[in-house]
């Protein structure tokens, strides 16, 4: 069974702090992703990764960066979290077909 | 740009009715089509994946077509339960090597009992 996931299921932050979201896959999967999901906007690609240490942005990368030292592992940085960015934010990794989804971190910044 | 719709947005049906979500894109040139569930407050349930050269793929309850060349797919549900209230979201993957999958809105499904 392929497994995803993500380091906190909840998370609540302030305006200003540095926040990482980590993810971590157990398939061997070249590819991984971070999207983050808000009502009525569906789900928005942030960056993803196809090999390590390699990074595209998605479509939504401002306000946030990646890092992938190792395979298993994806990470995402807030490097100042602001309101706005409270939000669900989704993992997933895949090797050439199917996509796996970790359950998601809520994240708060008040 | 791809862009997937997935229409209604919301649906409510009585227990044991059959139904269909629809969901199309823009872009036909893709490589697979993928139906996601995802319950409330949790991550995405891989449901069904079609390939670009596949019309269709069953699992139980679950039947879903593709239809490239008209840029549709659609989810059917046999015999709906009360656990199959969820958000349905259709994403397809484009044709050329890594390309991340660009996802519809969701559609919200309630079957009530």
């Known amino acids: 069974d392929v497994k995803v996931t993500q380091s906190s299921r909840y998370l609540v932050k302030r305006t200003g702090e540095k926040v990482f979201l980590e993810c971590v896959q157990d398939m061997d999967h070249e590819n991984m992703f971070w999207y983050r999901q808000d009502p009525g906007l569906g789900l928005r690609l942030i960056y993803f990764?196809?090999?390590?240490?390699?990074?595209e942005k998605g479509d939504i990368p401002e306000g946030y960066s990646v890092s992938r030292e190792k395979k298993e592992r994806f990470s995402l940085i807030l490097e100042s979290a602001s309101t706005n960015q409270t939000s669900m934010y989704l993992c997933?990794?895949?090797?050439?077909?199917?996509?796996?989804f970790g359950p998601g971190t809520r994240l708060t910044v008040l | 740009k791809q862009e997937v719709t997935q229409i209604p947005a919301a649906l409510s049906v009585p227990e044991g009715e059959n139904l269909v979500l629809n969901c199309s894109f823009t872009d036909s040139a893709i490589y697979n089509l993928q139906w996601f569930r995802q319950d409330p407050g949790k991550g995405l349930t891989s449901l069904l994946l079609?390939?670009?050269?596949?019309r269709e793929q069953t699992s139980g309850r679950l039947n879903a077509s593709l239809d490239k060349s008209s840029g549709r797919s659609t989810l059917y549900i046999a015999a709906s339960q009360p656990g199959d209230s969820a958000t349905y979201l259709c994403a397809v993957r484009g044709s050329s090597g890594n390309t991340p999958l660009v996802f519809g809105k969701g559609t919200r499904l309630s079957v009530i009992a």
């Open positions: 997933a990794s895949s090797g050439q077909v199917i996509k796996y």
């Open positions: 990764s196809y090999d390590v240490k390699m990074k």
């Open positions: 079609i390939q670009s050269s596949q």
